[in-house]
């Protein structure tokens, strides 16, 4: 069967939580492309600040097979009637404060809450064959070994290790940690079939109205927001399509099993201002020196797992850095 008729073969429904988002609303667009009926939760709005949603519900085929559902992290049950029915969750969703307006223990525990919620669920529903959750490689790079080791799924960010170094996004890294860990041990004791999918820094096109905060860190030294974002001495990066490629991919591969790094290309900050500057002329690209977390020692994050299974990276820097400027230039971020 070609690859496009495969995409337009209908398939059963699916959840993905947190569908508004960066990644959730990409992978809503590619799960429609490939035939699946989609639930989608987007958060509960408040009255009279009723959130725009109309770059979902006019994606093709949106209108036959994407239903969406109001839910909130706060109140995990409220999670139960998209999920009911599906045969298959992405769990995407995730509290951000990189502010600190709320404790790191309330963030934590809100995550941790609501995805043993949502677990819960898919083990009620019956019908759920496979939860695919994103995590985030903060869960794996953040320990005494980190510094001058390559990183595979057996590493685990030490929480104590991040309290003490005090690190830029700590309460974000913690609650990514805990809540995978969390995950694990749910689905391993109520017999749930659980991958994680361990994405390093997206980065590309979004379809989102508003630029994603990941995408914003990524073009720092090009659009100047140095006080909000540090790169590691090597920054790892993939592309927007891939982890949504990554998240379908290991859904449907039946041997799928526990947690995939999915990280494509590494730089150093040296080689990026240097790939920018020659790439991007008509910006002036500011100075690494600047942007580089001191206290962040990474070497590299092995995908060794994830192409073994036969999954292949389609994009490089170029298409990462080329297709998010455009994405900014067209809705008017830069």
């Not at 509290?95 to 709320?102: H, L, S, T």
């Not at 510094?147 to 974000?172: C, I, M, P, Q």
């Not at 990941?214 to 790892?236: D, F, H, W």
Request: glycine share 6%.
């Amino acid at each position: 069967m070609a690859e496009d008729d495969y995409k337009k073969k209908k398939k059963d429904r699916v959840c993905v939580t947190g569908g508004s988002g960066f990644l959730g609303s990409w992978l809503i667009m590619r799960l429609l492309q490939h035939g699946y009926s989609v639930n989608t939760t987007v958060r509960t709005q408040s009255a009279g600040s009723k959130k725009d949603i109309s770059f979902l519900t006019s994606l093709p085929d949106a209108s036959e097979r994407l239903h969406v559902f109001t839910a909130d992290l706060e109140n995990p049950e409220s999670f139960a009637a998209a999920i009911e029915g599906c045969i298959g969750v992405f769990h995407v969703a995730h509290p951000i404060d990189f502010q600190n307006k709320e404790t790191e223990e309330t963030i934590t525990n809100k995550s941790i809450g609501a995805a043993l919620g949502i677990l819960k669920a898919c083990v009620e529903t019956k019908t759920v064959r496979r939860v695919v959750y994103t995590s985030s490689a903060s869960t794996v790079m953040f320990n005494d070994e980190a510094e001058g080791a390559v990183l595979d799924e057996g590493s685990w960010t030490d929480v104590d290790y991040v309290r003490n170094e005090k690190h830029f996004g700590a309460s974000y890294f913690i609650s990514k940690t805990l809540t995978e860990r969390a995950a694990l041990e749910f689905a391993e004791k109520h017999s749930l079939d659980l991958v994680t999918v361990i994405p390093t820094w997206i980065h590309g096109p979004f379809i989102s109205p508003s630029c994603p905060g990941s995408v914003q860190s990524s073009l720092a030294m090009l659009i100047g927001n140095e006080k909000q974002i540090r790169y590691c001495e090597t920054t790892p990066f993939v592309h927007t399509d891939d982890v949504a490629s990554a998240h379908i991919f290991l859904f449907e591969y039946p041997e799928a099993k526990g947690r995939y790094i999915c990280s494509a290309v590494e730089i150093t900050v040296d080689k990026l201002h240097e790939f920018l500057s020659t790439r991007y002329p008509e910006f002036k690209v500011l100075s690494a020196e600047f942007l580089i977390d001191e206290g962040v020692k990474l070497t590299s994050l092995s995908s060794r797992k994830l192409l073994d299974t036969g999954f292949r990276y389609k994009y490089g820097l170029e298409e990462m850095f080329d297709e998010a400027i455009e994405c900014c230039r067209q809705k008017g971020f830069i």
